[in-house]
Nanobody, 122 residues
């Protein structure tokens, strides 16, 4: 059974940092691109970042470039999202997802977790 479990969300002040983790099980983690997507209140899913199977290629939405860093540890079946210089508009539920490289264009994934809430507010 596939599980993707996100953690590390919470309440942070503007300008602060959080590190999200996503622990995967039930599939061959190292064979999948991993994605971070988010959903703000009243809005649709928004792609944030992606990382290739071996971690050698990373991808970011323009609105997080220079602030967020994605990484993965295939030995631990875990993907991370380091979020710095957080803004109130980063407030959302953050989900990790697993899929093929095609997810970069299609925005569709094989598996997705339950999400973790990130709230940026003073």
């Amino acid at each position: 059974q596939v599980h993707l479990v996100e953690s590390g969300g919470g309440l942070v002040q503007p300008g602060g940092s959080l590190r999200l983790s996503c622990a995967a099980s039930g599939f061959t983690f190292s064979n999948y691109y991993m994605y971070w997507v988010r959903q703000a209140p009243g809005k649709g899913l928004e792609w944030v970042s992606a990382i290739s199977t071996g971690g050698g290629s990373t991808y970011y939405a323009d609105f997080v470039k220079g602030r967020f860093t994605v990484s993965r540890d295939n030995a631990k079946n875990t993907v991370y999202l380091q979020m710095n210089s957080l803004l109130p508009e980063d407030t959302a539920v953050y989900y990790c997802a697993a899929g093929g490289r095609s997810g970069l264009e299609s925005g569709t994934y094989n598996y997705r977790g339950q999400g973790t809430q990130v709230t940026v507010s003073s």
